[in-house]
């Protein structure tokens, strides 16, 4: 099945995820590059909700570019298999090897603005991720390492530390929170 035909068949946990999925449809139908970074408008991203086996902690990364503790996840770059992009960015971001995708269905969609930054001393504007989300299961005993090109620093939180320690107000309350509720 196609990145396009899973969205397409992925059902909508609220209204922000509904206007997300109509927009990532479209954006694809128009864009032939949208998982390609040479799309400067946006592109795909995929993300990872780590959870423990007890669904009581998630697994979070204090992100360079973002100044705040986040998700894990990257860029699609060409990749359709965002599973798979998914779960490498987990281990490079955070060391974790051994961790099993709860489902292979998609766990949430979101369209998200990123800021104009640098990266490694280029520019990079303004633009929108169009991020799927996967939900992974982990054992939090297992050592985590940290990618300075990416990332300070790596944690597990309890949900409720999970929704406080982000810098991002929108994220933590929109989307965390989101992942959280659909996690219980």
């Known amino acids: 099945?196609?990145?396009?035909?899973?969205?397409?068949?992925?059902?909508?946990?609220?209204?922000?995820?509904?206007?997300?999925?109509?927009?990532?449809?479209?954006?694809?139908?128009?864009?032939?590059?949208?998982?390609?970074?040479?799309?400067?408008?946006?592109?795909?991203?995929?993300?990872?909700?780590?959870?423990?086996?007890?669904?009581t902690k998630t697994l979070m990364v204090y992100h360079n570019i973002y100044d705040s503790w986040s998700w894990i996840g990257g860029h699609a770059d060409g990749m359709e298999d965002l599973r798979a992009?998914?779960?490498?960015?987990?281990?490079?971001?955070?060391?974790?090897?051994?961790?099993?995708?709860?489902?292979?269905?998609?766990?949430?969609?979101?369209?998200?603005?990123?800021?104009?930054?640098?990266?490694?001393?280029?520019?990079?504007?303004?633009?929108?991720?169009?991020?799927?989300?996967?939900?992974?299961?982990?054992d939090e005993a297992q050592e985590l390492t940290v990618n300075r090109d990416e990332n300070q620093a790596v944690a597990w939180w309890t949900f409720e530390e999970a929704l406080r320690v982000p810098r991002e107000r929108w994220m933590a309350e929109r989307i965390y929170g989101k992942l959280i509720d659909k996690c219980r």
Not at 2 to 22: H, M, T, V
Not at 105 to 132: A, Q, R, W
């Open 1 to 55: 099945m196609s990145l396009f035909q899973e969205i397409q068949g992925y059902q909508p946990a609220n209204e922000q995820e509904a206007c997300d999925k109509e927009v990532m449809l479209r954006f694809m139908e128009e864009n032939p590059d949208c998982l390609s970074r040479e799309n400067r408008v946006g592109h795909f991203s995929a993300s990872i909700w780590t959870v423990n086996r007890e669904r």
């Open 85 to 138: 992009v998914a779960l490498r960015e987990l281990q490079e971001e955070t060391g974790i090897s051994r961790a099993s995708l709860v489902s292979g269905e998609i766990f949430s969609l979101e369209t998200l603005t990123v800021d104009g930054h640098m990266k490694k001393g280029v520019y990079v504007p303004g633009h929108l991720h169009f991020n799927v989300t996967y939900l992974a299961e982990a």
